[in-house]
Nanobody, 122 residues
Framework: QALLVESGGGLVQAGDSVRLSCAAS????????MGWFRRAPGKDREFVGR????????YYGDSAKGRFTISREDAKNTATLQMNSLEPEDTAVYYC???????????????WGQGTQVTVSS
C-alpha cells in the first residue's frame, strides 16, 4: 500500500529555515514525480513545487521561487523540501504528493501524505 509520511514541521521565527522530508513506501518511487502542496489558514491548497521522476527538472509555484528547493534521494525513497527565509505567510500545512506525470495541480497527484504543520511567527 502506498504511503507518504512527512516530517520536519514545527514552530519557527520569520527568517528561519526548515527542511521537510517525505518518506515514501509501497510504490515504485523512482518512477514517480514527487512534489509538495500547502494549505494556509483560510486559503485553498496551493502548489509549492515538484521534481521529475528523473530528478532532472524542477518547477516551483510563484511563492516558492528563489526561497524553496525540492530534491529527492531515490536510494532512500525520500523527497525533501528545503525552505529558507520563511515568512509568516508561509504558515501552512505542507503535503507531500506523488504522481506519474509532471503535475502542477492536484489532479495529477496519485498519492498524498497527511501533512505537517509549519508555523512561522513574526
Amino acid at each position: 500500500q502506498a504511503l507518504l509520511v512527512e516530517s520536519g514541521g514545527g514552530l519557527v521565527q520569520a527568517g528561519d529555515s526548515v527542511r521537510l522530508s517525505c518518506a515514501a513506501s509501497g510504490f515504485d518511487f523512482s518512477d514517480y514525480t514527487m512534489g509538495w502542496f500547502r494549505r494556509a489558514p483560510g486559503k485553498d491548497r496551493e502548489f509549492v513545487g515538484r521534481i521529475s521522476w528523473t530528478g532532472t527538472t524542477t518547477y516551483y509555484g510563484d511563492s516558492a521561487k528563489g526561497r524553496f528547493t525540492i530534491s529527492r534521494e531515490d536510494a532512500k525513497n525520500t523527497a525533501t523540501l528545503q525552505m529558507n527565509s520563511l515568512e509568516p505567510e508561509d504558515t501552512a500545512v505542507y503535503y507531500c504528493a506523488a504522481g506519474r506525470i509532471l503535475f502542477r495541480t492536484e489532479g495529477g497527484v496519485e498519492y498524498w501524505g497527511q501533512g505537517t504543520q509549519v508555523t512561522v511567527s513574526s
